[in-house]
């Protein structure tokens, strides 16, 4: 992995306007795909996330008359709508630990200190703004997935232009603990697609980053 | 860049607890962890933030009070403050426009259109919750900063225990519009950290990823 492969294929990337609806994401890309997003750190290690991957073209359809009508929602290979949880609960928290237990084969006792400061910190003091925090964590994710997909000259774009409450509704999420943070579209962009042509647009580094 | 790379770095990289304070990142690495935060995606492409990469011992120091004495924020290579803005303005708009029109070598009258829809979206009917929204932009660039890192085979730690109105405090922030997101600290593993031989824990695919 060097220096130069990893620029590139940052500065390759684009939010993808318009996709080539009959090029398919493969197996092994796809799998890789999934493993970033999997193996996202998050807060505590608690992945209160899910990834609903749309292929119904029916639903996608219903989803796309609340996305502005953007047809990315239709046209790529991969449709996946990231979900957080909406609020935090006890069960949540045992669930990790119970993770924890299994993976790392330890005893639960030696894993409690843990559990309970998680509970004290997120439960019994509830946290201050769980929505916007699960939803913070998601977009650590939608970072990974991204940049997978650049590294792997998958076209991508990030959707945050469209009715999460709609979403939520059409998805069967009402009273789930689920609600809808943002999606991303993947797969290969169309030769008519202008956008791709267009000069990236950045602030300057001495914009943006500072030493002090 | 062959999928087996990227999981393998993805699967190396963990939330290191202990840097070795000796070891520092080349120019070269720096230069392309500077590369992804720039080339991060942001909603609109408005960069509505800054990275404060912090170099002071003494600085450090005083952050590290109020970031529960972690000792990743005086013995990391690079501590990186991500910043956010606190309310959106005409001028982070225009500011974009004008550098749209720089990079792009267009006509002003050309992206007018674009600018009044940002400002009618975001600044004439304001943006309900600025500070999350322009957070959650941050957190995609967090994702760009540690999978670039894991790629480099640079250890990293996401940090959001910390006190951010101490960190507004300490690093002058107050009336400037700028406020502390969270923070990464980067560098290479102390050999005495246990944590780097725990075994990742994560849900397994099943529970985390849904086809619909």
Same mark, same amino acid.
């Given at each position: 992995m060097t220096n130069s492969h990893i620029k590139e294929a940052l500065q390759w990337r684009y939010a993808c306007k318009k996709f080539d609806s009959t090029k398919k994401i493969s197996e092994t890309d796809w799998t890789t795909l999934k493993d970033s997003l999997i193996l996202t750190p998050t807060s505590y290690g608690l992945q209160l996330m899910k990834f609903l991957v749309v292929q119904d073209?029916?639903? *996608?359809e219903k989803l796309k008359a609340v996305s502005w009508n953007q047809s990315q929602v239709t046209d790529s290979?991969?449709?996946?709508?990231?979900?957080? *949880?909406?609020?935090?609960k006890e069960e949540d928290v045992k669930k990790f630990i119970d993770r924890i237990v299994e993976v790392r084969e330890v005893e639960r006792a030696s894993v409690e200190g843990y559990e309970n400061m998680m509970l004290g910190n997120l439960v019994k003091a509830p946290h201050p703004d769980p929505v916007n925090w699960t939803k913070k964590q998601a977009y650590i994710a939608m970072g990974f997935l991204l940049?997978?997909?650049?590294?792997?000259?998958?076209?991508?774009?990030?959707?945050?232009? %469209?009715?999460? %409450?709609?979403?939520?509704?059409? %998805?069967?999420l009402e009273g789930s603990g689920w609600t809808t943070a943002m999606t991303v579209a993947l797969g290969y962009r169309s030769q008519d697609d202008q956008y791709q042509h267009a000069k990236k647009v950045r602030f300057l580094e001495k914009d943006l980053i500072e030493y002090i």
């Open positions: 073209p029916e639903l *996608r290979s991969h449709y996946v709508v990231f979900l957080t *949880r909406d609020s935090i940049e997978t997909a650049a590294l792997l000259k998958i076209d991508s774009v990030p959707m945050e232009g %469209l009715d999460p %409450l709609a979403y939520d509704k059409i %998805l069967n």
